[in-house]
Nanobody, 127 residues
């Protein structure tokens, strides 16, 4: 059974930092494209960041470019999202996701590219 479990969310002030973690079990995701998405109340789930299956390519939505960094530790089967200079508009539930096939390079910003999803972790940024 494949499981993705996010952690690290919380309530912070604008300008603070958080690091989200996504622990994978049931499968080694070292050769899988993975991503972070977020969903604010009343809004659709949106792409935040992705890392290609090789681990060498990373992608970000424009509004987080330069502030967020996606990375992974294959020895720990864990995906990370380092979030710096947080803004109130970053407030959302953050989800990690993994593609369903090894070596796939799907459209990184589309939710349809990803088969496995975590339960989400709440990030709240106060002004």
């Amino acid at each position: 059974q494949v499981q993705l479990v996010e952690s690290g969310g919380g309530l912070v002030q604008a300008g603070d930092s958080l690091r989200l973690s996504c622990a994978a079990s049931g499968r080694t995701f070292s050769n899988y494209q993975m991503g972070w998405f977020r969903q604010a109340p009343g809004k659709e789930r949106e792409f935040v960041a992705a890392i290609g299956w090789t681990g060498r390519s990373t992608y970000y939505r424009d509004s987080v470019q330069g502030r967020f960094t996606i990375s992974r530790d294959t020895t720990k089967s864990t995906l990370y999202l380092q979030m710096n200079s947080l803004k109130p508009e970053d407030t959302a539930v953050y989800y990690c996701a993994a593609a369903g096939s090894m070596y796939s390079a799907g459209t990184y910003y589309s939710t349809r590219t990803y088969t496995y999803w975590g339960q989400g972790t709440q990030v709240t940024v106060s002004s």
